[in-house]
């Protein structure tokens, strides 16, 4: 039974039970993690090899003949270039190679543009007083934070199943001085869904009213499946070759989640045109970033097919994890009508909406209780979410067993914070 | 005999002479390389062991416990903070690790303070109109790149033995909108000298106008010495700490030049003050930079008598290729009155003044007999050498054969142009 059909004197017994409950939990003394997105020990060392798989000086030269070992080449070595571009599914000229993160070369691009126009013609963002920037939400809370660190206004976008609410979009770029948006288009974090063909099409076919509108295509999962398969997603440049606006989106991504987080490769792929303004930038800030670090991922995956086959291994370590949570969810919380979630089939999220205005009353409770979770509300720009429903939950980090006893404290905290709020 | 006190029949005589020598140079078929400070193979071989020095899940554990394959520490690890720290002469506390370059570091500071108040209550950069920033002449074209970059009117400022000249750059901060200056206080680039303990304390007196007035302290040649009883340099965060202006310097380091350009481990230090601008800037750029290959220089150097023993190979690898250099110039150019060179106890260079007006004639010249130089006029802000008197040397990556020739031609080839302008 939903406790929306509860009397008041069921509810009242059963707040006295999720009290016992709960204090229970507590005396377990739990420290369980469950905030971010971090790959756990197991998937760690899938990786291991890379470590060692450079260590004479026949090992440190590129195909061309670079010695990576040593200065040059601003924009990568050239079989790192071709792997990522596999990555993204772009052309090896489209591609820079950065340094360990993506969120780098995303942060680095805003302040480019920030200080030079990114379209010729138009003043640096840094001159629009009222700039603003789209935020599908719920979304990742360290793309609001760049935004807001350059002081955008940062606009809710809602989304849907099939990605952001393109109604919505194709009325808010009519503003000129909305500049760009945030979108994670596959295994979207936190939701976990994949923008359908049409959201993809009708992205490509915008017409902003600000001619350096410029998409910030954070493609941080593109293949990063939990299923045999996985989703699909058009290719943005593709799509936008073919609406005149190639020079709108700009790509991330990285092998964070492949290798090493924090000592993977990080490369963007854009247009001739941005690549011009963004390069020119980077000749001034690097002679070039870490060529033996390129290597190493070339060297270990050979091409993108052994990346795609190393991607099976990890699927193997999560999807586990996945299961637990999605079917804890179920047995535990769906009966009394207080969740909504997703089945992710892909990426490092489960997208959890609790009943309304009680996120971060069960983000607390879990705290209580030993497990921690991400911040509620910090899926939304500023952390306002505005019905105080949406909790991520991050189940790579815990062990299966660790995750088990995570999973169970959070449907207790759910549902005493639902029956806390309906007692009140 | 001094080219001065030639006839004109004399000078006609030798033109004729240095272009049968200059087409027998050509002839040659050379291809040499002296335009950047590049270690040379020989030095890159001294750190292959710090390739494979982590292969195992063990070697990935810094002391604090963390798992340094995984995300997280966003100011880099322990022990890699303290060894940064020693070779800064800093606490640890001040210190920030970055990625593989101090350049990036620099710029992403200047690229802060752009958008962002450097002092409270000051405006950013960016909103200073008529920014302008000191530069010492001749200095690195890098640094020059980043606030050409950023617009600032790069005011040159001359060096004399001691480093800049302060009476000048007194002077000149008197202006608020003069926002820093850039230093290579240690065998400084290109013309090695190191800056003296009284312009040390001078620029530690300094009284700017601008409150927001920035020392960009790029100690890039700290430990880089060439002979056993190396520069010794005032501690620039001592001096200031006398003075009351411990937040006006900002110090940049890194290992490229000790283990592997482009895949070294850059680092800064700051003031309290400026560290809270600077991190609340970083917070939102990266997660943390490579904590791999900071603990791969810590395992490989243990510490900063490690990394000194280590220096003392580097030397023993240059010392013979600035022999070359200087002796060459001496041998070769001295008795003509139309050469002044340092002879530098550390770094990377030989700045070389040729014949006012004929610098970039002796670039041509060299590029045309196959030796390439750093481009004449590099060395001044826009490359602007108001003398076309300049050229920088570097000596580090040529074999020493190669370098005996190169410099055989650099000396023709400097004769040449002069005797081209006193008979023009």
Same mark, same amino acid.
């Given at each position: 039974m939903q406790y929306k059909d509860y009397s008041k004197e069921?509810?009242?017994?059963?707040?006295?039970?999720? #009290? *016992?409950?709960?204090?229970?939990? #507590?005396?377990?003394?739990?420290?369980?993690? +469950?905030?971010?997105?971090?790959?756990?020990?197991?998937?760690?060392?899938? @990786?291991?090899?890379?470590?060692?798989?450079?260590?004479?000086?026949a090992d440190?030269?590129?195909?061309?003949?670079?010695?990576?070992?040593?200065?040059?080449? +601003?924009?990568?070595?050239?079989?790192?270039?071709?792997?990522?571009?596999?990555?993204m599914g772009v052309t090896p000229d489209m591609v820079m190679i950065g340094g360990n993160s993506s969120l780098n070369m995303m942060f680095d691009t805003i302040s480019c543009f920030m200080n030079k126009p990114a379209e010729p013609g138009t003043p640096p963002w840094g001159l629009v007083p009222e700039r603003k920037f789209l935020c599908p939400v719920p979304g990742y809370d360290r793309h609001f934070g760049v935004t807001g660190y350059f002081d955008f206004e940062m606009i809710p976008v809602p989304m849907d199943e099939n990605g952001p609410v393109m109604d919505v979009v194709e009325e808010l770029v009519k503003d000129p001085s909305v500049k760009g948006m945030w979108c994670v288009p596959k295994y979207s974090n936190p939701s976990g869904i994949t923008y359908s063909d049409e959201v993809v099409r009708r992205i490509a076919a915008l017409k902003p009213a600000a001619k350096d509108f410029r998409l910030m295509w954070d493609n941080a999962y593109c293949i990063h499946d939990l299923v045999e398969d996985g989703d699909s997603l058009l290719n943005i440049f593709e799509e936008c070759e073919k609406t005149g606006n190639i020079d709108m989106p700009i790509e991330f991504c990285s092998t964070s989640k492949i290798t090493f987080p924090g000592s993977g490769v990080a490369a963007m792929a854009a247009s001739e045109n941005n690549m011009k303004?963004?390069? *020119?930038?980077y000749k001034y800030q690097t002679i070039g970033y870490d060529?033996? *670090? +390129?290597?190493?991922? %070339?060297?270990?995956?050979?091409?993108?097919?052994? +990346?795609?086959?190393?991607m099976k291994k990890h699927a193997a370590v999560l999807k586990p994890r996945f299961d637990i949570v999605t079917d804890k969810l179920g047995e535990k919380l769906e009966d009394y009508g207080i969740v909504w979630y997703n089945h992710p089939r892909g990426g490092y999220f489960v997208s959890v909406n609790v009943?309304?205005?009680?996120?971060?009353?069960? %983000?607390?409770?879990?705290?209580?209780?030993?497990? *921690?979770l991400t911040g509620a509300g910090a899926t939304y720009p500023l952390g306002n979410d505005p019905y105080d429903s949406n909790i991520r939950?991050?189940? @790579?980090?815990? @062990?299966l067993e660790d995750l088990d006893k995570a999973m169970d404290v959070f449907c207790i905290c759910a549902r005493l914070a639902a029956v806390e709020k309906l007692t009140a």
């Open positions: 069921q509810l009242f017994e059963e707040l006295g039970t999720l #009290k *016992n409950s709960f204090e229970e939990i #507590k005396a377990m003394g739990l420290k369980l993690n +469950m905030a971010r997105g971090v790959p756990s020990p197991d998937q760690l060392k899938l @990786s291991l090899p890379m470590l060692d798989i450079l260590y004479r000086e440190c030269t590129a195909e061309d003949g670079t010695d990576c070992r040593n200065y040059g080449v +601003m924009d990568g070595i050239p079989e790192c270039k071709r792997l990522m571009a596999d990555l303004v963004i390069k *020119n930038k060529k033996l *670090n +390129m290597l190493r991922h %070339v060297r270990f995956f050979g091409d993108i097919d052994g +990346m795609k086959e190393h009943m309304d205005g009680t996120a971060k009353r069960v %983000v607390e409770l879990c705290k209580e209780a030993g497990v *921690n939950i991050a189940p @790579s980090f815990p @062990s």
